[in-house]
């Protein structure tokens, strides 16, 4: 097994040979590494069903265990996306130029970013699908995925090494961290020599270690306390089918709605109807004092309930007296994520879209459209919540940043 | 004194202020702020002064007392940036759109970070320059300067203080962390909740404390171990002048050539005018074996002179065997700033350009002109050598993010 040092080496090479290929090399390795996931399917399947297997002699809940599985679909899943990738088009080597009065000509050039880390939980498609968009952006890329999916990520990694090896690419652009203790993670963190960038994906204690510990630069991504606000001014037929949707139409998700807040004046119309479609859809209601008052059958709110992102059934309710309060509740409790106001008052809306702090803000509009492919980007690496670099839904172009090319003929300052 | 939290909460709440107001009542505060710089001239004079009797007292270098000093030459500088300040186009408010094939309009709007933390050393200038540059972006800033400093940037921010207050803007849009101790810093590094971004300036200790300790986005500017390397097919003449320039114009900046590498095949050639040259102008040559058997003047160079920025008129010289040693040696000791190949063949320039991983690569001119104003950018607030968010110099437009705005008529997904 490699050192972390060792593969961060070899992975810093890797990216040298990457930076310079050209966007035909790097579409033929996604076909190759698409094609040897198809070739070794029945390998990556039996992989995977040893770590079911220890999943359930550990005791894991049933959710997670589906969550880890990979069959038929989920591979032929894997390969689409590493296939639709070839057809997006390549963000490196475009760019812009100025040419200064003293003669010299600046090219601003889109580059990769370099060496990519990606720490993620259970999933294993993660590792196939962050393996082509880092490909497609000429970035080596160190996978550390979770332990529970060992086998399967192994197993995967191995076929997409057969796939870059054939493609004539050293098959070292692509690594995966074996080693899944704590300690290996920790020094991941640190590799300042020989890691660009880190993307954390996952739940809240993952992303905080790894903004607490990383020496390296991060892009925190995906945790999602979005908030649907329901102003006085709303056509309360399209805020309840907003407010279902955003809430039940996949609660696992981060741009999923988790907390519902609604403008008193229209407070006792509103609630009554839509928390009670909301329960016939099997959410459960926890609200403040006043809605309680309005909606007897909801559980009190504890206070933490206002920054949790439950990713689950489950929806916050609050009575605010004001816009105000609505904005300054939010950029209080949320997470930067997605937030939308519901209302056909045109001073309102716009107050909410210059006050709220999020990468996404929405007016009259599900926050279930904060992602890659809705946004149009194609293929996605995750959501951004924090400012620098990327906001929001991150494409291919948020795999890569710029270096100035300066072409001079002597010039002297 | 105001403890970090309240300065941190204080910063937020005048950012929220600072996001909504127009580039005129920005423009406006920053003419403020000149003025009332002006004329409290002497009151920060007079606290420079007590500073410069403290920091004598304390044994420090004259060359730092003088870096310290403020004279009415330095406050009319200080003045004149900010009122040039006013002239920038402001970038935020811009921004590109798309309709979505489902009727969702995007905005991604050009929109100010938030709260900037800016953690710098002793030159006093850096507190209205950085408060300068925050304003105009609608940024609220928190400064921790140096200790040595402590009673100049009072004066200045006091200044400040005045003329925001005079454009109807809070005071507390531009704060001074007076209680310059250790334990402060820590606080300001770990206050994700206030504070939106770091950008540390000053000594490779300064950022390297920032980097390791800092929970909250940083962006590391300013190392700079420049190298120039001398192709076999170089002109020169041009080669000479170029070296000169980038040694001695200015040795204590982050642009200045810090190392020489030159190939073999025209060691025996160049070396001995260049470097008889170099030590006319009073720079000190550390280097190579091959170098020393050429020009005997020189001193050996040390294994740690290559990672060294020295900033000061010493210079590292190394003998190569070919251009991909010399873009190795830089790849691994050098800091990403700014690189230059000087060479009349067109394969090796590009090769050169591709390989070299840093913010500036250049082609036949000097490294001195990697700056903001050179880029014609108007303003900069450092040079930034990572690769997240902003690579090179950076002006208005990199104390930006985006944000997007997402207009609807009830769609649900």
Redesign the interface.
Known sequence: MNTILEIGKKAKEAS?KL??ISTGVKNDALAQMAKALEDRKSEIIQANEKDRKEARKKGLKEALIERLMLDDARIAGMVKGLRELCDLPDPVGNGSM?K?PNG?T?LKQRVP??VIGIIYESRPNVTSDAAGLCIKTGNSVILRGGSEAINSNIAIVEALAIGLEKANLPSTCVQLVEDTSRERVQELLTM?EYV??LIPRGGAGLIKNV??NA?I???ETGEGNCHIFIDENA?LS?AK??LI??KT?RPSVCNAAEKLLVHEKIASVFLPEALKELRSWGVEIRACEKTRNIFPEALPAGKEDWSTEYLDMIIGVKVVESIDEAINHI?RFGTSHSEAIITQDYKRANLF???V??????????T???DGG???MGAEIGIST????A??PMGLEELT?????????????
Not at 401 to 413: A, D, E, P, S
């Open positions: 040298y930076a310079t100025i200064r010299l600046l970013l370099g300042r660009d960038v903004v607490k020496q630069p991060v892009i056509d399209m089918d907003i949707n955003a139409s950029n879209l210059a006050r702090d999020a990468a996404c803000v929405y007016v009259n509009a599900s279930r459209f904060t809705e946004f149009g924090q400012k620098l670099h906001r929001g940043t710029v270096k100035y090319l300066i072409l001079g003929n002597g010039q002297i300052r």
